[in-house]
């Protein structure tokens, strides 16, 4: 079972930058779509982010267009979420996982992280 690591995550004041990283165990990144998902204490898992197989369509939740791009290096093994302009309510957990497919939904992604936590301060 191939295991998704998340690191990158922080304290930054709003308006500041951060860029995550989520490595996998195995050489098989470039077989699924991955996806960024972020959690906030007492909500639902939310879609942020995802990303094709060869990296050629990605799709956000609008709250975030603009502001994240998703990336992927496939010889690394490696997707990338960099985060500007970051606001307070981007505050939350964020996790990186992977699809058979292209979707937005949390539920046809698995291989779940740890997750990273990010922290945006006013």
């Known amino acids: 079972q191939v295991q998704l690591v998340e690191s990158g995550g922080g304290l930054v004041q709003a308006g500041g930058s951060l860029r995550l990283s989520c490595v996998a165990s195995e050489r098989t990144l470039s077989n699924y779509v991955m996806g960024w998902f972020r959690q906030a204490p007492g909500k639902e898992r939310e879609f942020v982010a995802i990303?094709?197989?060869?990296?050629?369509?990605?799709y956000y939740t609008d709250s975030v267009k603009g502001r994240f791009t998703i990336s992927r290096d496939n010889a690394k093994n490696t997707v990338y979420l960099q985060m500007n302009s970051l606001k307070p309510e981007d505050t939350a957990v964020y996790y990186c996982a992977r699809s058979a497919r292209i979707s937005t939904a949390p539920a046809d992604f698995g291989s779940w992280g740890q997750g990273t936590q990010v922290t945006v301060t006013s």
């Open positions: 990303i094709s197989w060869s990296g050629g369509t990605t």
